[in-house]
């Protein structure tokens, strides 16, 4: 993903799938660097810190979103 002619990462819209593309977690990742920086706080896990609340965040629409629930716990009971 490359930044835009101002120096600023394009903004990048959710996505209707439920778990984070590398451009979402790129983009996360970014503005936590930004933020990070403008504070002084360590901007060492921003890539780690953006995938985990990305995926935390896709993991809470799985559960808030009843088709996809049934789905996980159909696919579940079968395995048993």
């Not at 706080?41 to 995926?55: F, P, V």
């Amino acid at each position: 993903m490359r930044g835009s002619q101002n120096g600023r990462m394009p903004r990048t819209e959710p996505t209707s799938a439920p778990f984070p593309s590398e451009d979402e977690v790129a983009a996360q990742a970014y503005r936590l660097f930004a933020e990070r920086l403008s504070t002084g706080r360590s901007t060492a896990n921003c890539w780690y810190d953006a995938e985990s609340e990305l995926l935390d965040r896709a993991a809470r629409a799985i559960d808030d979103e009843p088709s996809l629930s049934l789905s996980r716990r159909r696919r579940r009971d079968r395995r048993r």
